[in-house]
């Protein structure tokens, strides 16, 4: 099925570092999402993007939706240890399903 | 809780057989969503539901799949003559409005076809 491309698909980085991965797509979509997903769980919600342009924050979290409105970027700031899991972008178009990137794992050393 | 739940956590089953798997919603969200995840990829869209009636299945892979939410809460995802390729996290979500933009999701049901 389709997905996005998301990059990068990992990353390793040292506690306090600043973290930045990014979501493209070849057709636009209206909303984008940035999930969470712990080992043996669900995605967790993290920001909903509305508008194109839009720049959304959630604590050390910071999200932009792109002008193009054919990506979307997530930035981390200052990771700690719980930061750790597999972050997923989704883009909707028109209600309804949502189209997901690969994810990018991230792993922070203490 | 309040949030999305998902029944059995966990179910192994052999090749061919039939398989149910629920999901109940958070309560007063009128769409519900199934998708399926495989291993080190992203949630795949299957079908979504507006109240009782599916307004979109586009994403079921072929007739052996199907959904059902007759009373326009709980869902059930049913699949017929189950194969090894069938093995996947299968999530649930729900979303307040029709289509609504953010879906919250349940914790999966692993299922592995032996």
């Known amino acids: 099925g389709q997905q996005l491309n998301q990059s990068p698909q990992s990353m390793f980085i040292q506690e306090g570092e600043d973290v930045s991965m990014n979501c493209t797509s070849s057709?636009?979509?209206?909303?984008w999402l940035w999930y969470k997903q712990d080992p043996g769980e669900g995605p967790v919600l993290l920001i909903a993007?509305?508008?194109?342009?839009e720049l959304t924050s959630n604590g050390r979290l910071t999200a932009q939706f792109g002008t193009t409105r054919k990506d979307s970027f997530l930035n981390i700031s200052a990771s700690i240890p719980s930061d750790v899991g597999i972050y997923f972008c989704a883009g909707q178009y028109q209600g309804g399903k949502l189209i997901f990137g690969q994810g990018t794992e991230l792993s922070v050393k203490p | 809780g309040a949030g999305v739940s998902q029944t059995p956590s966990n179910k192994v089953t052999e090749k061919g057989k039939y398989v149910e798997l629920r999901c109940d919603p958070i309560?007063?969200?009128?769409?519900l969503y199934w998708y399926r995840q495989s291993l080190g990829q992203g949630p795949e869209f299957l079908i979504y539901?507006?109240?009782?009636?599916?307004?979109?299945d586009s994403g079921l892979p072929n007739d052996r799949f199907f959904a059902v939410r007759p009373e326009g809460s709980v869902s059930t995802l049913k699949i017929q003559r189950t194969e090894r390729g069938d093995s996947a996290v299968y999530l649930c979500?729900?979303?307040?409005?029709?289509?609504?933009?953010?879906?919250?999701f349940g914790p999966g049901t692993r299922l592995t076809v032996t």
């Open positions: 993007l509305y508008k194109a342009g």
């Open positions: 979500a729900s979303s307040l409005t029709p289509g609504g933009d953010e879906q919250y």
């Open positions: 057709s636009i979509f209206n909303t």
């Open positions: 539901f507006q109240g009782t009636g599916a307004a979109d």
């Open positions: 309560s007063g969200h009128t769409a």
